[in-house]
């Protein structure tokens, strides 16, 4: 049976309860006032025993019920109609809701019917984005919900709309299967609008990165992106939950958990990692740009040791060199090689610490400009040739050539024999959320 029948079912009860009320009232009201009109008749057997005279009823026709005397093309007089029949508020709701999502999901169907499907079969692009609207016709569809969310604001106001936006049994299951993240610190009407919030600034983020190398500008405008995402996130949160909320959905957690694998931090750890690269990446982004100028790399590079030395207070000397050293590219290459050499951990620790003592001694040569530039060059080249054996001692030499035959290997071993090392841009760990908070 469909909802609407059910509703209707319902409608009628209390309009028959109803009628039935005043019928009782005016039967009470003829049964204690003589009828003028019908005399009085005679006594018969039964009344002389004591026995009450018969009661005279009153039928009064009563107009039938029709939906046409509830309905309105004005939302507000529907509703009040509705409440003056003494229809339940949930119900009230269900049916401008139900009314309102057939209007506006044709609307939507009309704007998606108007971008044809795709011939071109040979173009190029994000393949995961042919099964998308585009950005104006999301944008298109966006607006429309919003439009809608303020009708119904506007009609039940924000204790409705928090009954209208709280999900069943169902959805709540599937949200937190989605994600296994818990979400119950935020109110349940806030979570739709984060979602469609979270999927408008994640369009544009991916957007935008997608255009090739990022310059300053780039950056900039990647920035502002944030920041806005942030400023309308906190607008619909307390401080203490926007703080829980990055800590599950921000861009900085999602690559920590990607970067940070295999240092696993303890929920304090973690928390405290967080509170320094969160202000880090909020000022200068999580990717710098290829053409940062030198005044912005400098000042990068200032507050990244800032950021370093904070996550050393917090983590102590031991735990900040493994977190060093699981969350370095250098060190997860070193470590896939003596993985697949069947070497321990502590093989791929000792060629990290090789590297790291290797090249500090190299910057003490190149900074000596006290030495003839041959003298150094010399210098720097039989550093290479001994770092470059005590690795082969470690691993073998099959291991030596695997991390010679890698890039970052390459890079950093080459740069120890240069005066003037080439500067080494290190793949950077980067994820853009989407949103969908859970329950």
Same mark, same amino acid.
């Given at each position: 049976?469909?909802?609407?029948?059910?509703?209707?079912i319902?409608?009628?009860?209390?309009?028959v309860?109803?009628?039935?009320?005043?019928?009782?009232s005016?039967?009470?009201?003829?049964?204690?006032?003589?009828?003028?009109?019908?005399?009085?008749a005679?006594?018969?057997?039964?009344? #002389?025993?004591?026995?009450?005279?018969?009661?005279e009823r009153?039928?009064?026709e009563?107009?039938?019920f029709h939906?046409?005397?509830?309905e309105?093309?004005?939302?507000?007089?529907?509703?009040?109609?509705?409440r %003056?029949?003494g229809?339940p508020e949930?119900t009230?709701?269900?049916?401008?809701k139900?009314?309102?999502?057939?209007?506006y999901?044709?609307?939507?169907?009309?704007?998606?019917?108007?971008?044809?499907a795709?011939k071109?079969?040979?173009k190029?692009? %994000?393949p995961?984005s042919?099964?998308?609207?585009?950005?104006?016709?999301s944008s298109?569809?966006?607006?429309?919900?919003?439009?809608k969310?303020?009708?119904?604001?506007d009609?039940f106001?924000?204790?409705?709309?928090?009954?209208?936006?709280?999900?069943?049994?169902l959805?709540?299951?599937r949200?937190?299967?989605?994600s296994?993240y818990e979400?119950?610190?935020?109110?349940?009407e806030?979570?739709?609008?984060l %979602?469609?919030?979270?999927?408008?600034?994640?369009?544009?983020?991916?957007?935008?990165?997608a255009?090739?190398?990022s310059?300053?500008?780039?950056?900039?405008?990647?920035r502002?992106?944030r920041?806005?995402?942030?400023?309308?996130? #906190?607008?619909?949160l307390?401080?203490?939950q926007?703080?829980?909320?990055?800590?599950?959905?921000?861009?900085?957690? #999602?690559n920590?958990?990607?970067?940070?694998?295999?240092?696993?931090?303890?929920?304090?750890e973690?928390?405290d990692i967080f509170?320094?690269?969160k202000?880090f990446?909020?000022?200068?982004g999580?990717?710098?740009?290829?053409s940062?100028?030198?005044?912005?790399?400098?000042?990068?590079?200032f507050?990244?040791q800032?950021?370093? %030395?904070q996550?050393?207070d917090?983590?102590?000397?031991?735990?900040?060199?493994d977190y060093?050293?699981q969350?370095?590219y250098?060190y997860k290459?070193?470590?896939?090689?003596?993985e697949?050499q069947?070497?321990g951990?502590?093989?791929?620790?000792?060629?990290y610490?090789?590297?790291?003592?290797?090249?500090?001694?190299?910057?003490?040569?190149?900074?000596?400009?006290g030495?003839?530039i041959?003298?150094?060059?010399?210098?720097?080249g039989q550093?290479r040739?001994?770092?470059?054996r005590?690795?082969e001692?470690?691993?073998?030499?099959?291991?030596?050539?695997?991390?010679?035959?890698? #890039?970052?290997g390459?890079n950093w071993?080459?740069?120890l024999g240069?005066v003037?090392p080439?500067p080494?841009?290190?793949?950077?760990?980067?994820?853009?959320?989407g949103?969908t908070?859970?329950p």
């Amino acid at each position: 049976m469909s909802l609407q029948r059910l509703l209707m079912i319902s409608i009628l009860a209390n309009l028959v309860c109803f009628v039935g009320l005043f019928w009782l009232s005016t039967d009470r009201q003829s049964s204690t006032e003589p009828s003028q009109s019908t005399p009085p008749a005679a006594s018969s057997p039964s009344q #002389a025993l004591g026995q009450a005279p018969p009661i005279e009823r009153i039928v009064r026709e009563v107009e039938p019920f029709h939906w046409s005397q509830i309905e309105s093309g004005d939302y507000e007089t529907y509703v009040k109609n509705l409440r %003056n029949i003494g229809c339940p508020e949930e119900t009230i709701r269900d049916l401008v809701k139900q009314d309102l999502d057939k209007y506006y999901d044709k609307r939507k169907a009309d704007i998606l019917s108007k971008s044809p499907a795709r011939k071109e079969f040979w173009k190029t692009g %994000n393949p995961s984005s042919l099964g998308r609207p585009s950005a104006s016709t999301s944008s298109q569809m966006a607006k429309l919900d919003r439009e809608k969310n303020e009708v119904l604001g506007d009609l039940f106001g924000s204790q409705g709309m928090a009954a209208i936006n709280r999900p069943g049994p169902l959805a709540l299951a599937r949200s937190q299967a989605k994600s296994g993240y818990e979400m119950d610190f935020i109110p349940e009407e806030t979570k739709a609008q984060l %979602n469609t919030l979270e999927q408008e600034y994640g369009s544009q983020l991916l957007k935008k990165m997608a255009q090739g190398a990022s310059d300053a500008q780039d950056m900039a405008e990647i920035r502002q992106l944030r920041q806005d995402r942030d400023s309308s996130i #906190a607008t619909m949160l307390t401080p203490e939950q926007k703080t829980e909320y990055d800590l599950r959905k921000s861009p900085t957690a #999602a690559n920590m958990r990607l970067q940070m694998d295999g240092f696993d931090p303890s929920e304090d750890e973690f928390r405290d990692i967080f509170a320094a690269r969160k202000a880090f990446d909020d000022e200068h982004g999580v990717v710098p740009g290829a053409s940062i100028s030198a005044g912005d790399m400098e000042s990068r590079q200032f507050a990244e040791q800032e950021m370093s %030395n904070q996550i050393r207070d917090s983590l102590g000397d031991d735990r900040y060199q493994d977190y060093l050293r699981q969350t370095d590219y250098d060190y997860k290459s070193i470590a896939k090689i003596t993985e697949r050499q069947g070497l321990g951990e502590n093989i791929s620790a000792q060629v990290y610490d090789m590297k790291g003592g290797a090249e500090e001694l190299a910057r003490e040569i190149r900074m000596n400009t006290g030495l003839p530039i041959e003298e150094r060059q010399m210098q720097l080249g039989q550093i290479r040739t001994e770092t470059s054996r005590s690795i082969e001692s470690l691993i073998g030499g099959q291991g030596a050539v695997a991390l010679q035959g890698q #890039a970052g290997g390459r890079n950093w071993l080459n740069n120890l024999g240069r005066v003037n090392p080439l500067p080494i841009v290190k793949p950077t760990f980067q994820v853009i959320t989407g949103g969908t908070p859970n329950p």
